[in-house]
T-cell receptor, first 112, second 111 residues
Framework: GDSVTQMEGPVTLSEEAFLTINCTYT??????LFWYVQYPGEGLQLLLK?????DKGSNKGFEATYRKETTSFHLEKGSVQVSDSAVYFC???????????FGKGTRLSVIA | DTAVSQTPKYLVTQMGNDKSIKCEQN?????MYWYKQDSKKFLKIMFS???????INETVPNRFSPKSPDKAHLNLHINSLELGDSAVYFC??????????FGPGTRLTVT
């Protein structure tokens, strides 16, 4: 079955550091890929998405590129802020409103 | 305007009780979901409804029973609560391309 593997956290960075959170997937067909963010005490929010190979999703300074050849969708940000502290989830989904398959989440803590 | 809302936000109850969590979405979506998030933040699908019809029912104890009175609502009823049911339960909805919108979650604590 489909699966998503994320780097284990927690990840602790200083403000303005560069962020990479690795995500790889195993799936049949051509899934869409997502990054969701969960701030403390809140639900999940869609951060960015990519629906086909070589697409780049971007939002709030975060980027991720759908790499079919390496089955990866790594999340990057050039300069993190304290407000980026949250848990980040990589996920994949297929058409037809099937449920998403989530990675286990990566907790990011950014210190001033 | 809240897109996906859940009530209650917190629920503390004793083992053996029956409880319900309500979910409503005002996005006009056709599909709604229930996910369970455990203490390690792992998210797992429980149920999925499309136009009030059950389309996904993962390996979940039959003490859990979803009910969808209309497209905008998907409630979760849990009978005979157990300690292991303690978790955060998220409702979500989607229209297409799997872009799912999540509610704020209900933290259930069973004592």
């Amino acid at each position: 079955g489909d699966s998503v593997t994320q780097m284990e956290g927690p990840v602790t960075l200083s403000e303005e550091a560069f962020l990479t959170i690795n995500c790889t997937y195993t799936a049949t067909g051509y899934p869409s890929l997502f990054w969701y963010v969960q701030y403390p005490g809140e639900g999940l929010q869609l951060l960015l998405k990519a629906t086909k190979a070589d697409d780049k999703g971007s939002n709030k300074g975060f980027e991720a590129t759908y790499r079919k050849e390496t089955t990866s969708f790594h999340l990057e940000k050039g300069s993190v802020q304290v407000s980026d502290s949250a848990v980040y989830f990589c996920a994949l989904g297929h058409s037809g409103n099937t449920p998403l398959v989530f990675g286990k989440g990566t907790r990011l803590s950014v210190i001033a | 305007d809240t897109a996906v809302s859940q009530t209650p936000k917190y629920l503390v109850t004793q083992m053996g009780n029956d409880k319900s969590i309500k979910c409503e979405q005002n996005l006009g979506h056709d599909t709604m979901y229930w996910y369970k998030q455990d203490s390690k933040k792992f998210l797992k699908i429980m149920f999925s409804y499309n136009n009030k019809e059950l389309i996904i029912n993962e390996t979940v104890p039959n003490r859990f029973s979803p009910k969808s009175p209309d497209k905008a609502h998907l409630n979760l009823h849990i009978n005979s609560l157990e300690l292991g049911d303690s978790a955060v339960y998220f409702c979500a909805s989607s229209l297409d391309r799997n872009e799912q919108y999540f509610g704020p979650g209900t933290r259930l604590t069973v004592t």
